[in-house]
Nanobody, 124 residues
Framework: QVLLVESGGGLAQAGGSLRLSCAASGRAFSSYHMGWFRQAPGKEREFVAAIRRIVGDLSYADSVKGRFTISGDNAKNTVYLQMNSLKPEDTAVYYC?????????????????WGQGTQVTVSS
């Protein structure tokens, strides 16, 4: 089991940057597929980015490719999401999640463990 705690959200202007952190406690995050998801008001939760367990391959949603970067620090057992060139449509609650099964997926319901979420608001 793993406990996830996000931090780093806040208010940014369009074109600005924010870095989100997801601190994992319990098992090492490298044992899981680690994903960032987001949910805007009135919309379904959607995949943003992920690090695959063990091999560390990275995946991104098309909407954030080239602007967001996911990374992990094994020593701190923390996963980060660096968000650059922010747009108003990036406004959402951002969640960190972990999936323990072998098969990688970007489907939110397939992830067993979730953080509490952190609000990101981008003004135009």
């Amino acid at each position: 089991q793993v406990l996830l705690v996000e931090s780093g959200g806040g208010l940014a202007q369009a074109g600005g940057s924010l870095r989100l952190s997801c601190a994992a406690s319990g098992r090492a995050f490298s044992s899981y597929h680690m994903g960032w998801f987001r949910q805007a008001p009135g919309k379904e939760r959607e995949f943003v980015a992920a690090i695959r367990r063990i091999v560390g391959d990275l995946s991104y949603a098309d909407s954030v490719k080239g602007r967001f970067t996911i990374s992990g620090d094994n020593a701190k057992n923390t996963v980060y999401l660096q968000m650059n060139s922010l747009k108003p449509e990036d406004t959402a609650v951002y969640y960190c999640a972990a999936r323990s099964r072998v098969l990688f997926t970007t489907t939110p319901t397939a992830y067993e463990y979730w953080g509490q979420g952190t609000q990101v608001t981008v003004s135009s």
